[in-house]
């Protein structure tokens, strides 16, 4: 069982807006303003799409974009895109004992 | 750019020691800026960090597995390396060397992976 809790799966048509949640505790997500997602596709390694709850790494579409309230983080992707399409984790940051721990992924799906 | 690889052997037996080396490139291992980390991802599932290790040697590893990691480095390779002891068939997984931000808790840059199947 994942520290942090994501939908299974979500999906969406090509335009439209998704958004995808990742919930903690206080001791995590809601503790510190270091959250990041990232986007994988199928047999390729992760790729950071989002760091420090809302900033976007250079190369990264402005179509992505995170924001945070409380306990919950939350990833929006918006105008889908067909490559759009992977599987996107969620990481924090909690604390000195534990450091970082990841939600257990969605499945975005662009039908 | 940093650019990560990982190299070790695909195949370990049960109760063997899994040893993976991650090769580091376009930029120093001891410049200081990331914190050199291992995350593993069993088939089909999510993602699951190991630990870290700073160029200077320190180490911080996940308490789930803190029993039989170890994380080292060797800056004069500009290279880090995973030790996992005991392994069983859940420890099947695809391994990651990672290059952690520090500052900000998020991981830059990431090797392309290498599966290692525990099985006799």
Same mark, same amino acid.
């Given at each position: 069982q994942s520290a942090l809790t994501q939908p299974r799966s979500v999906s969406g048509s090509p335009g439209q807006s998704v958004t995808i949640s990742c919930t903690?505790?206080? %001791?995590? $997500?809601?503790? &510190?303003? &270091? $959250? %990041?997602? &990232?986007?994988?596709?199928?047999?390729? +390694?992760?790729?950071?799409?989002i760091y420090d709850v809302s900033k976007r790494p250079s190369g990264v579409p402005d179509r992505f974009s995170g924001s945070k309230s409380g306990n919950t983080a939350s990833l929006t992707i918006s105008g889908l895109q +067909? !490559?759009? !399409? +992977?599987?996107y984790y969620c990481c924090s940051y909690a604390g000195s004992y534990t450091f970082a721990v990841f939600g257990g992924g969605t499945k975005l799906t662009v039908l | 750019q940093v650019q990560l690889q990982e190299s070790g052997p695909g195949l370990v037996k049960p109760s063997q020691t899994l040893s993976l080396t991650c090769t580091v490139s376009g930029g120093s291992i001891s410049s200081g800026d990331y914190y050199w980390s291992w995350i593993r991802q069993p088939p @089909?599932? @999510?993602?699951?960090? /190991? @630990? =870290? /290790? =700073? =160029? *200077?040697g320190s180490t911080y590893y996940n308490p789930s597995l803190k029993s039989r990691v170890t994380i080292s480095v060797d800056t004069s390779k500009n290279?880090? *390396?995973l030790k996992l002891s005991s392994v069983t068939a859940a420890d099947t997984a695809v391994y990651y060397c990672a290059a952690l931000r520090g500052e900000d808790w998020y991981f830059d840059y990431w090797g392309q992976g290498t599966l290692v199947t525990v099985s006799s």
């Open positions: 903690g505790t206080s %001791s995590d $997500v809601g503790g &510190y303003n &270091y $959250v %990041s997602w &990232y986007q994988q596709h199928p047999g390729k +390694a992760p790729k950071l799409m +067909a !490559e759009d !399409e +992977a599987d | @089909g599932k @999510g993602l699951e960090w /190991i @630990g =870290y /290790i =700073y =160029y *200077s290279q880090f *390396s």
